[in-house]
């Protein structure tokens, strides 16, 4: 992996994590777990939220993560159905796709 690459993923990886830990110390934390669970790393976030907002914003955030569970299941089961027979960038925009509109309906449920 190149170090220009690497560099990327870096600030990819810190601009999810500062999103997720935003919204998540803000109490926010079903909209926090939507952008978590865009495959991020959720050990990295919980310790991010639980410092900057405490048990509770953390508590809220996990919340919010099982509450989007079925969104990501949906999405994963897509990929998995679709990926062998589609290839990876149709799967991947409907798999997303999926997910989205998924997580838009338990948050419009969640309230």
Not at 59 to 86: C, D, E, I, K, Q
């Amino acid at each position: 992996m190149s170090v220009k690459l690497l560099a990327i993923y870096f600030v990819i990886g810190g601009i999810i994590v500062a999103t997720v830990t935003y919204f998540g110390s803000h109490g926010k934390g079903l909209l926090a777990a939507f952008v978590a669970f865009f495959p991020s790393i959720s050990v990295v976030t919980l310790v991010s939220i639980y410092l900057a907002g405490g048990a509770g914003a953390t508590v809220s955030y996990f919340r919010g993560m099982l509450l989007l569970l079925p969104a990501w299941a949906l999405y994963a089961l897509a990929m998995m159905f679709m990926l062998p027979r589609w290839g990876l960038v149709p799967s991947v925009l409907i798999g997303v796709f999926l997910y989205i509109i998924a997580s838009w309906v338990t948050m419009r449920l969640a309230g």
